[in-house]
């Protein structure tokens, strides 16, 4: 499972969405996927699954505004 699946299938179980209603470029926040709390979670959870660490300036929103966002994001701070 590559990464942006296992970022979708997380998203959608704890947002109760249709994980096939996600696409790559589902602007999360605007379409009412995600809040401020769900964002909290996904943080923790890339966090504990990428060993990524989060910084106060990470915190805008085209860093987690869809899945492809996510995804760079992520790459970039594994670098």
């Known amino acids: 499972m590559s990464m942006k699946e296992e970022i979708r299938d997380y998203i959608a179980e ?3 969405t249709d994980a096939q209603q996600i696409k790559e470029e589902t602007m ?3 379409e009412g ?3 401020s709390m769900g964002l909290l979670n996904l943080i923790a959870f890339l966090e504990e ?3 990524v660490r989060t910084e ?6 085209e860093n987690f505004q869809n899945l492809n966002a996510i995804e ?3 790459i970039q701070k594994k670098r």
Do not use: P
């Open 49 to 51: 699954k990428y060993g």
């Open 33 to 35: 996927i995600f809040d």
């Open 14 to 16: 704890t947002s109760f």
């Open 28 to 30: 999360l926040f605007e």
């Open 56 to 61: 106060d300036t990470d915190l805008m929103e």
């Open 72 to 74: 760079n994001y992520v």
